[in-house]
């Protein structure tokens, strides 16, 4: 049996405030973003995936985005301001901050690890995103392991 939550809701609310809101243009930046995600994520996961698995994954992410900091247990600013993107995290302290990414690194399995991994990908800018293709994927990561 099929949950239809339209049928609950009156006509009124459906016609006049949700249709006109799926008819509304969204940014391009958005569009762009939404794009940038699918196809560079694909484009990583097959790489890693194929050669390694997600939990180096998840590690060069981490250490992409907290790159002189990576072996501490401070965040660098970038890290941080990187997770402030997220509504949630917005207007949290920097102690909560710096538990929650020091929890991320604990011993999981490879679905948490996917999950963490998509999460803070998903707070990278497609600029970023590129960046971390190109350093790790493309240069292989050389550089930044010295």
Same mark, same amino acid.
């Given at each position: 049996? =099929?949950?239809?939550?339209?049928?609950?809701?009156?006509?009124?609310?459906?016609?006049?405030?949700?249709?006109?809101?799926?008819?509304?243009?969204?940014? !391009?930046?958005?569009?762009?973003?939404?794009?940038?995600? +699918? /196809?560079?994520?694909?484009?990583?996961?097959?790489?890693?995936?194929?050669?390694?698995?997600?939990?180096?994954?998840?590690?060069?992410?981490?250490?992409?985005?907290?790159? !002189?900091?990576? +072996?501490?247990?401070?965040?660098?600013? !970038?890290?941080?301001?990187?997770?402030?993107?997220?509504?949630?995290?917005?207007?949290?302290?920097?102690?909560?901050?710096?538990?929650?990414?020091?929890?991320?690194?604990?011993?999981?399995?490879?679905?948490?690890?996917?999950?963490? /991994?998509?999460?803070?990908?998903?707070?990278?800018?497609? =600029?970023?995103?590129?960046? +971390?293709?190109?350093?790790?994927?493309?240069?292989?990561? /050389?550089?930044?392991?010295?």
């Amino acid at each position: 049996m =099929e949950n239809n939550v339209a049928q609950y809701l009156p006509y009124y609310l459906i016609h006049r405030c949700i249709i006109p809101y799926t008819y509304e243009l969204q940014p !391009k930046q958005l569009l762009r973003d939404i794009r940038s995600f +699918f /196809t560079d994520y694909a484009l990583v996961e097959n790489t890693y995936y194929t050669m390694y698995n997600s939990s180096i994954l998840f590690t060069d992410l981490v250490r992409y985005c907290n790159p !002189k900091h990576r +072996f501490s247990q401070t965040l660098s600013p !970038k890290y941080t301001e990187m997770l402030r993107r997220h509504s949630s995290l917005t207007f949290q302290t920097d102690e909560y901050i710096q538990q929650l990414a020091l929890h991320n690194r604990t011993d999981v399995g490879p679905r948490v690890y996917s999950r963490r /991994t998509r999460f803070l990908w998903g707070l990278l800018t497609p =600029e970023e995103r590129t960046e +971390f293709i190109n350093t790790y994927i493309l240069e292989d990561g /050389t550089d930044t392991l010295v």
